[in-house]
């Protein structure tokens, strides 16, 4: 059986901000996935691909601008200055603001593929359980395979870390820091998508819409050139139609933007995220990581107020306890 005197579980932006303060020599990172990101995604849509997770990410902390800035001077991260609207009274509107954001170039995944230039991971490895074993704790994958590790720390989105975490005492925390689905749709459209007044918009946030979450024209990013329009649902939304086919979310979603702006749309895909946002972003952990048991930690985007760079941080967060323990 394998031994490492570190496993992390999941190569999203936290496990990777993790993984580049620590020894090369000194860790295994599993994602279940066939790349790196996490709910940075992107999908290949006909010849293009288009953003289906986070669809930007802002900057405040000085650690996290400091690695914003060499993935921009790399040509992985680019700023994003779109003509933002909202809704109000169901209806779309202009509104502009000064607020810096930024995008992976081209796509949002770019971001998780400068994280791991370095990092050796082990794609599409899932991890089902995590058990104690005498001083260490034993791995057991989906796939048969099992490792032993000295230290753990848990990135997967809180349902499954409850659910790999059986041995431990997480129920509690599982449901403070419960997650919120989102359905998101991508369509087709020719012509600009424009407000009440008139004024063509790269982006809004759905205000007091009771569908509409955010919206986004992808070629409005840098670097994107197709005719596809990003729509994420509501939390509310996404939950009372949870169970849906996909063909039928896309095409009520299609019917709604359709009718909202009155533009000409085609259904292209939907993707259910389960697990897409905290329920209540305000209530964190203290620096976004918790400690379940001597050498094991969980962290991650739900710890932390469910922002991109509040991924980074819990990453940054972990990576010192474990280097202090």
Known sequence: MKHTEVAIIGAGVTGLAAAGRLSPRN?????????????????????????IGAQFFTVRDSRFQATVDSAMAAGFVTPWQPKMGTFQDHQPIASPDQQARFVGHPYMNSLGRFLSQEIEIQTESRVQMIEPSGDRFRLILTS?????????LVTAPVDQMVAMLQYFDVQQLGSRFAMDPTWTTVLSL???LRGSDGESLDALFGGDHPLFDFIAVENSKPGRQSDLLVVHATPEWSQQH??????????????AVSATFQVITQAKLSHRWRYARPTDPKFTAQKGIYQVA?????AGDYLAGGRVEGA??????????????
């Open 144 to 152: 048969g395979e099992s490792c032993t590790a000295d230290c753990v």
């Open 294 to 298: 001597p050498n094991l930690w969980v």
């Open 312 to 325: 980074f941080l819990s990453g940054l967060e972990a990576a010192e306890r474990i280097l202090a323990r």
């Open 27 to 51: 860790y295994r990172i599993f994602e279940k996935s066939r790349g790196p990101g996490g709910r940075l995604a992107s999908k290949r849509i006909d010849a293009v691909r288009a953003d």
């Open 242 to 255: 949870l169970e849906r086919d996909s063909a039928e979310i896309s095409e009520l979603i299609r019917q």
């Open 190 to 192: 020719e012509e600009p």
